[in-house]
């Protein structure tokens, strides 16, 4: 095993502290960026749900895994209050315009804000609560699920009209709402794992590479 050097947690501190200017032209670059990776990998991993309604739940659980090490680094590069905040609205607004549940907008904007709360009380530098933060806004993934609850024969033709009727009864009969429940609370303890994953990735890669 490889200890951290205290050279490269002074790097990824240090990339933490220069959050008294807000969001920065800079930090709206990293927005776009960080934005855009995490929805690639999101999209990517989503693709495996074309297998089976089983195989959307391993693809989540793959996506938030390698989007980990996505965010936990776009927290250190853009150390700005709000940041989370506009990932969480630039990515709602890209998933509705792909055909999922509006309500994923306001609810993703709301995770996000926490998330920016939970970073900020750690004043940018704290690792846990950076991890913390990654869990929160990850439950983000609630809009687009919401329907099934309140509207679940609605649901059920949405998914038959791209997946076929066959993909649809599938689903539904795994997506029952309790299983929605337990599934929710398993990508959240994932998102926590993911996030950790992420810290120990930039303290034993990045920070000695320089790029923090």
């Known amino acids: 095993m490889h200890a951290t050097t205290p050279t490269a947690q002074a790097n990824v501190a240090a990339g933490q502290t220069n959050h008294k200017k807000g969001l920065t032209p800079r930090s709206l670059i990293n927005v776009g960026i960080y934005t855009a990776l995490y929805f690639v990998v999101v999209f990517a991993s989503g693709m495996l749900g074309m297998l089976s309604p089983a195989f959307s739940v391993v693809g989540y659980i ?29 990515l709602s607004l890209l998933f509705v315009s792909t055909g999922h549940f509006w309500g994923t907008i306001p609810i993703a904007i709301v995770c996000g804000l926490i998330a920016d709360f939970v970073i900020a009380s750690g004043q940018y530098r704290s690792k846990w609560r950076n991890i913390l933060a990654f869990g929160v ?16 024969t609605g649901y059920s033709d949405y998914v038959a ?13 795994l997506f029952t709402p309790l299983n929605l429940v337990l599934i929710l609370a398993l990508l959240f303890v994932v998102a926590l794992v993911a996030a950790w994953i992420g810290t120990r990735i930039l303290e034993r890669n990045f920070a000695k590479a320089g790029i923090l």
């Open 62 to 90: 793959v996506g938030i895994l390698i989007n980990g090490t996505v965010i936990m680094l776009y927290m250190v590069k853009t150390p700005a209050f709000g940041a989370m905040t506009l990932l969480s609205a630039i």
């Open 161 to 173: 009209s791209s997946m076929g009727q066959e993909y649809a009864e599938a689903w539904m009969s």
């Open 137 to 152: 806004f990850q439950l983000w993934m609630i809009g687009p699920f919401l329907p099934m609850f309140y509207d679940r």
